[in-house]
């Protein structure tokens, strides 16, 4: 059903198939998000045997949304740490460079829970957060050439936008114009939001604000993708797994038959397990304090387990006893001070590397004696697994088409948008990996 949706309001004037009880519900639909409804002009009717029912064939001449403003629900986070409110909102149409997109499904990152706690981080309210997410192009700005109306994206918290220098180097993912910036609560072009309520501005966060049946993005945070991959499991590409994954494949590169440590095992830190995994580690040894973790993550090819909390010594002692001197990779996917200093220092001297993806408090500092250094230890850090994201996350979707990714196993829950805040109370209870949000539920 979501499927013929999708059809019907992004390709307009197509022609669409879907079955007669399905008229009524998509007319509420329109209804509900106050998209323009398409005009049937031509509806008839065929038995088909092969799938048992009767189709309807409509051919539809949509009235565009192009330049008009949507209403439609947001999850509105109005102070910190307080429950998202569903609310009606207006979004805008797309400036130049911008695309506005339909959002078909949504995931819960930390790093969105962190922002709205807001305990280490800068405040910014009225806010809509979300940045894990898959949906399809409803209209665009002037000058974008490259997505039109109907194409499936997936949103990117950190953009590329293909001409400074950090996007012509083969090294770098950090972009000029588009690199995460988590204190802009406003669009580039002209400072302004594009979500309002009654005229008041609502903020965007990290240039994506997914909570919302549309948003509005620069168009160099929005990858195309292959429009057959299904959007409720590669929406979690969008983030926490390319980012785990890229992590370890990209950043730490462990060799075959080399020992990873992975520091957190949520789902940034089980798909950077998966990416030791995928290089052939041998040892791959998973530390969190909760120990809850440590069954899942089996199936993520972690084969031993720290838990930090059963030992009267450092962890980093614990993992060199393990090791014989340190683990030859780490990767931290945790956001705690402690845990980044313990997984630098638990890298084997003369080659070790750690890497660190967890988003810490603005004010922590990172200490730690220099002879760590001295001893020829390495220690990187990563947004986005180090993943350019126009430009590569399309493959990293294409792993998940030829099943040499597995996204289920990451997806432990599904609630509906209105329930948006169960999904933040299994976050802070540390149940489950990730939880999608469907939007049309
Ligand atoms: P999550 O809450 O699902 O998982 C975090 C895990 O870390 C939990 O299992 C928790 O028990 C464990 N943990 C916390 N403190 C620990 C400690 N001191 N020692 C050992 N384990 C500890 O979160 P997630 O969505 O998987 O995100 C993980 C981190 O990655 C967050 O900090 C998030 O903000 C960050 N992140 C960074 C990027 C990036 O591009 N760099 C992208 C996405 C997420
Ligand atoms: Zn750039």
Redesign the pocket.
């Known amino acids: 059903m979501n499927s013929m949706y999708m059809s019907l309001t992004s390709a307009p004037s197509k022609q669409a198939s879907l079955t007669c009880k399905n008229i009524s519900p998509l007319d509420s639909y329109f209804k509900r998000c106050q998209a323009p409804k398409p005009q049937f002009t031509r509806i008839f009717f065929q038995v088909s045997k092969r799938r048992k029912q009767i189709v309807c064939q409509v051919n539809m001449s949509a009235q565009s949304t192009a330049g008009q403003v949507i209403r439609c629900k947001a999850a509105v986070a109005w102070e910190a740490g307080k429950p998202l409110v569903i609310e009606e909102v207006e979004v805008a149409p797309p400036q130049a460079m911008e695309v506005r997109l339909k959002i078909l499904f949504t995931s819960?990152?930390?790093?969105d829970?962190?922002f709205w706690e807001a305990k280490g981080q800068t405040p910014l309210f009225p806010r809509i957060f979300g940045h894990e997410a898959g949906g399809i192009v409803d209209s665009v700005g002037e000058g974008v050439t490259h997505l039109k109306p109907g194409d499936h994206v997936l949103p990117v918290?950190?953009g590329e936008c293909g001409n400074c220098r950090h996007c012509k180097s083969k090294e770098s993912n950090m972009c000029d114009l588009l690199r995460?910036n988590t204190d802009r609560g406003v669009m580039l072009s002209d400072g302004k939001t594009r979500f309002s309520i009654n005229g008041k501005p609502i903020y965007h966060f990290v240039g994506t604000s997914t909570f919302s049946e549309y948003t509005v993005a620069h168009v160099g945070s929005v990858a195309k993708i292959n429009p057959a991959a299904p959007l409720d499991k590669v929406c979690i590409l969008s983030?926490?797994i390319s980012?785990?994954l890229g992590?370890t494949l990209n950043v730490a590169k462990p060799t075959k038959g080399s020992t990873v440590a992975i520091?957190?095992?949520?789902?940034?830190?089980?798909a950077a397990a998966e990416g030791a995994r995928i290089a052939g580690a041998s040892r791959i040894i998973g530390?969190?304090?909760?120990p809850n973790?440590f069954e899942e993550a089996k199936k993520f090819g972690c084969t031993e387990f720290v838990n930090?909390k059963d030992h009267n010594k450092p962890?980093q002692e614990v993992l060199a006893e393990m090791t014989d001197g340190g683990v030859d990779r780490s990767v931290e996917?945790?956001?705690?001070i402690?845990?980044m200093i313990?997984a630098f220092e638990c890298v084997h001297d003369g080659w070790g590397v750690a890497v660190?993806?967890?988003?810490?408090n603005r004010d922590d500092a990172f200490k730690t004696r220099p002879v760590n250094f001295l001893n020829e230890r390495t220690l990187k850090?990563?947004?986005?697994?180090n993943y350019k994201p126009r430009s590569d996350l399309p493959s990293v979707v294409e792993k998940y088409m030829n099943k040499e990714l597995e996204l289920e196993k990451f997806i432990t829950h599904q609630v509906a948008f209105r329930d948006i805040n169960k999904a933040f109370d299994y976050?802070l209870a540390?149940e489950g990996?990730?939880c999608i949000i469907r939007m049309d539920a």
């Open positions: 819960l990152c930390h790093t829970v962190y918290f950190t995460i983030c926490g980012t785990g992590a520091f957190g095992l949520g789902a940034v830190g089980l530390v969190d304090l909760n973790r930090p962890v996917c945790t956001g705690n402690n845990a313990s660190l993806v967890g988003v810490p850090g990563t947004f986005f697994g976050m540390g990996i990730r």
